[in-house]
Each structure stands twice: as structure tokens, then as C-alpha cells.
């Protein structure tokens, strides 16, 4: 169990490190991020705190919505995110996690959605074979049988066929964060990271229980 953040990326870029080699890196903003609610065993079952992110007009949420903040006297958050911790008496509702949560050269976890390719064929989508190009053949990248005839007469699950491509939710695991700016909230983080620039992701510090 971990505490973690959610963020924006930014987009990526180079730096040189110590020894002069060229280091590719994704600059990520983080938080600020607020307290919501905690949740505790003897209550909710299991403990967790309630991170709340990015301001957002009251008129883009539903009435459950904000009543749920405004019980805490929170101004309206865009996303809310769960994070299960082992001791919620460290928390308090309203509390504020920025980049101070990280330290340098640390690991982390960052999950997000990857970039959305629209509908794709097999030979993009499945890395399919495609077929001859010459000799009047008609048979260039069309996908071909999909299966048996009256027996079974019906198509399997998970066929591979064409389809939506990307926008899918996928965890990038053991990044290590490179630098810290702790007065613009930015991570700098060694490698990518999924989505574009603008993307929304959620950053988890890695312990023993999430590696």
C-alpha cells in the first residue's frame, strides 16, 4: 500500500546527467491534489484516502457529486482517486500532496491512457501478413476467413479482427524519477510515459507490496 498522486503530463524532452550522456526524460505536473474523504476499516471495511484533483466548475458535476465535496468544504475537484494506506490517523481532510510527496531517484508506478489510433485494420492492429500484391490477386490486407463452416457455425470469442487501436488504460512500471521541481510541482521522470501531452495520469510511489 501506497500513497500516490495524479497529474498531467507535459510532454518529454532530454537532459545530460553527471557523466555527459543524453537522458530521455517525460516532464510530468503533479497536484496539487486535496484530502476528499478518508476511509477507515472500522467504518468503510478496509483504509484508503480520497485525492481530488484539478478545480473544476460546479456546472460540469452532478448534484451527488457535490454534495459528496461539499460535506468536506471542498471546492469542486474534476477527478477523484482512491489510494489504500495503512494508517489514515496520518491524514487529515483538506490536506494538500504535491511534489514534497517524491524524492529524487526514486521508482515509481505511472498508469494512464495510451494515445487513441482510431479504427485499425489486422496488419496495424495484430501485425497480420498481408497478402501477394501482384498476379490479380484481390487479396491485399482484407482480413480472410474468420472460421469453420456449419460446424461450428458461428464465429469464436477473441477473434482477432480489426477495431479500435489504443485508448486503453496501461501501467508503465519501475520509472525513476531523474528531478524534481518542487515550486512548479514537476516530476521529471527517466523514460515514457503513456498518452500525449495533457494526458492524466496517476503516479504511485513504489514500496515492497506494489512491486
Known sequence: ?????????????QIFDA??????VTIIKVGPCVITQIKTSLIDGYNAIQLGYDINFKKSLNKPQLGHLEKSNIAALKYLK????????????GQVINSSLFKSGEFVHVSGKTCGKGFSGLQKRHNFARGPMTHGSK??????????????????PGKKMSGQLGNTNTCIKKLQIVQINFEENLLIIKGSV??????LVNIIRMTNNNL
Open 1 to 13: 500500500m501506497s500513497l500516490g498522486i495524479l497529474g498531467n503530463k507535459i510532454g518529454m524532452t
Open 19 to 24: 557523466s555527459g550522456d543524453i537522458v530521455p
Open 82 to 93: 482512491e489510494y489504500p494506506v495503512e494508517n489514515p490517523k496520518l491524514y487529515a481532510i
Open 139 to 156: 487479396n491485399h490486407r482484407a482480413p480472410g476467413s474468420i472460421g469453420m463452416g456449419t460446424t461450428p457455425g458461428r464465429v469464436f
Open 194 to 199: 503513456p498518452g500525449k501531452p495533457g494526458n
